[in-house]
């Protein structure tokens, strides 16, 4: 039986990008599954591990602002750095100006959020050989013998959660969809004492529900259709037959 955790997030501004929409940055209605896992794993993050959201809570009215931007449309080149790495010497800078893009966007504003999830630990095989620096596990080694293990003990990793959460440590600031768009968070303890979600139930059409990363070097979005009811989305669980890739 795993145990469930709930955080409250607020913020200015949101913006969980539909990646339909390439050129214009719009939102969907309501914080994605993917967006409330790096909530979470902003908090804890561990090769081990691995979230599970179950429900998101809308707790403010779902509200929209149009914002016009400037981005900048490059990222330095990884061949110029690994030249000028052999080489000693090279140009690995670029010009702001010459890369600006002006990009109006849909964004959600004053918003809140009630998320559960709880976390699993992950077979070692998988992501061992992505992170050999910071896993100590035999690759396949069994369930039980894993929890076992001092490195990868889930009632070490359940502390380390609520002593982060409740004292409102992390280790890089959660954001809501984007990274300029950085929340406030609490962990929430007692679900009697806290308010209900706004009372509004609508389809919401599908929606990104994560990448699937069982091939690291070609990760594939998966969706789910998801509705609102009385304010809360009930996020079905990664394999069922409504994740579709």
Known sequence: MHKSYCLEVAGDFACFTRPEMKVERVSYDVMTPSAAR???EA????????????RIEVLKPIRWISVRRN????????RNVQTAMGSGSGDLGFYVEDER???AGLFLRD????????FELRDPSFHKPHFPHLSKATVNRGEEDLCAMPDN???????????????????NQPYLGCREFACSFRLVEDMREEPQPIEETRDLGWMLYDLDYSVSAHPKPRFFPARMVNGAVVV???ESEEVRG
Do not use: D
């Open 101 to 103: 893009q002006q990009r």
């Open 71 to 78: 981005e900048v449309g490059a990222i330095a080149s990884t």
């Open 38 to 40: 790096a909530i979470f």
């Open 153 to 171: 003990n889930a009632v070490k990793f359940l502390s380390m959660f609520e002593r982060r959460a409740s004292r409102g440590q992390c280790v």
């Open 43 to 54: 908090i804890i993050w561990k090769p081990a591990l691995q979230w599970r959201v179950t």
């Open 236 to 238: 079905p669980a990664w």
């Open 111 to 118: 918003v809140a959020y009630r998320l559960h999830a709880y």
